[in-house]
């Protein structure tokens, strides 16, 4: 508070670093999720292989759904983390604006990112708080109600589409269940390489490394 009562205004500078905290901190959650998905998926993989080789293919088919579930997941989170990033080099190109005019740019494709965003259930708090701060300082309009409601279940995948399962079989199987991948559509996309997974460092989001950089006051 202020003189008189009055709430003091943010410093743009200030908000600007803040809103790449929070963005750093997501994205790191949103890494160790990965990590963490992709474990489970390691478990319903040999689980799986185990079901062939008894020959239990109901088994099976409910462990490759399984798998097909995390598999998306892990796609639908990494292209959460390429939006993260996308609106960190917004918030750099802000501070460059600030310098110059002294406030905030309102910015158009922050917004279709941060709508992008607000959809993901596992960092949709953070986004729609960030959004209705970044509302007030004029760098995106206000979003409409039914795109900041998070996705509902024609999102989640109840019934993997079958000639998913089927190619996750043949995969895992070796061939021995599922059809070969050309006999059916190639629309799963393919895992991502495990990517080296670095020991969790605690939440510091000090300037020093190269992402804290990304925002630092110049």
């Known amino acids: 508070m202020g003189l008189f009562g009055k709430s003091r205004q943010a410093d743009p500078?200030?908000?600007?670093?803040?809103?790449?905290?929070?963005?750093?901190?997501?994205?790191?959650?949103?890494?160790?999720?990965?990590n963490a998905i992709r474990r489970e998926e390691a478990k319903v993989t040999k689980s799986l292989k185990e079901a062939a080789k008894k020959g239990?293919?109901?088994?099976c088919l409910i462990l490759a759904k399984e798998v097909v579930n995390s598999r998306k997941s892990v796609n639908k989170i990494y292209a959460a983390k390429a939006n993260l990033n996308s609106?960190?080099?917004?918030?750099?190109?802000?501070?460059?604006t600030i310098k110059?005019?002294?406030?905030?740019a309102s910015s158009t494709?922050?917004?279709?990112?941060?709508?992008?965003l607000v959809k993901l259930p596992e960092i949709q708090k953070t986004m729609m708080e960030m959004s209705r701060e970044m509302m007030k300082a004029g760098i995106i309009e206000e979003m409409m109600e039914d795109v900041m409601e998070p996705l509902g279940e024609q999102d989640e995948l109840e019934e993997a589409a079958q000639e998913e399962v089927d190619k996750i079989l043949f995969e895992l199987t070796a061939g021995k269940l599922g059809e070969a991948p050309e006999a059916v559509k190639d629309t799963?996309?393919?895992p991502v390489a495990a990517a080296k997974v670095e020991p969790e460092e605690e939440e510091s989001?000090?300037?020093d490394g190269p992402r804290g950089r990304m925002c630092a006051q110049s």
């Open 188 to 190: 799963l996309p393919a």
């Open 109 to 116: 494709e922050v917004m279709v990112t941060m709508q992008q």
């Open 13 to 34: 500078k200030e908000q600007v670093n803040e809103w790449c905290k929070k963005l750093r901190k997501e994205g790191n959650q949103l890494e160790r999720q990965i």
């Open 56 to 59: 239990d293919k109901d088994v």
């Open 87 to 96: 609106v960190q080099l917004q918030m750099k190109g802000q501070l460059a």
């Open 100 to 104: 110059v005019a002294g406030a905030m």
């Open 205 to 207: 989001d000090g300037e």
